[in-house]
């Protein structure tokens, strides 16, 4: 798994010529780390006596959040297996007729496939923020901040997912996918927008 690497290693690659990891690879990188914040938050929270009444929810965030944070792990691997068969779509010959028809069809399968994880980014990173926000609310006070980088992450590792759908989608033929993908991608951005904003601004009063 890329994500496995040494940071070091994986910022090499991301830094080389290689086509992966590339966008949709790093937003899930982002994304795991705003759910790993939210795990600091929680073992921060957990066996305080100032947070006993609320230490059961916490521990119910942790584990939703380990299991976020590996979701997006696994994610960044498939955005990578995803836009292989793209890569090589764009090779393909098209010097006869049934050669292009060939191409097209492999092309709109591989533009895609190559939007549908990027999505999954965007939905999984979208449940890691609804977490953030109850820590923010309940989470120890000392470690709110942490909540609040980890907001700003998401709502970097959702736009940024984001643009990997829309470059794919905006060269399909079948339009009705296409804005189907556009569409769930602009609601995500818009609610996580909303999200990020009214817990960014709640952590800074709580901080400053």
């Keep these: 798994m890329m994500l496995e690497k040494k940071m070091t290693d994986f910022l090499e690659v991301l830094s080389s010529k290689e086509p992966v990891p590339g966008g949709g690879g790093a937003s899930a990188a982002v994304g795991a780390f705003a759910a790993a914040l939210g795990m600091m938050v929680t073992n921060l929270t957990v066996g305080k006596k100032t947070y006993a009444a609320v230490e ?7 584990e939703r ?21 793209l890569s090589k ?11 292009k028809a060939e191409k097209e069809r492999v092309m709109e399968n ?16 979208k449940t890691a923020m609804d977490e953030l926000e109850l820590l923010e609310e309940k989470g120890s006070r000392i470690a709110v901040s942490d909540a609040g980088v980890g ?20 060269m399909m033929k079948d339009r009705m996918k296409a804005e189907d993908l556009n569409r ?15 817990i960014y601004e709640n952590v800074l009063k709580k901080i400053r």
Excluded: C, H, W
């Design 56 to 62: 059961e929810e916490i521990l119910g965030v942790r």
């Design 184 to 198: 769930r991608a602009d609601e995500l951005i818009k609610e996580g927008t909303s999200q990020k904003n009214r």
């Design 151 to 170: 907001i700003l992450f998401a709502q970097a590792a959702l736009e940024g997912a984001s643009l990997n759908i829309f470059i794919n989608t905006r």
């Design 110 to 125: 591989a533009l895609y496939e190559a939007s549908v994880v990027p999505l999954q980014i965007m939905e999984t990173v």
């Design 65 to 85: 959040l380990e299991k976020i944070r590996d979701q997006l792990v696994v994610l960044a691997d498939r955005d990578a297996e995803a836009f292989e068969p």
């Design 89 to 99: 779509a764009y090779g393909m010959p098209k010097e006869t007729e049934e050669q």
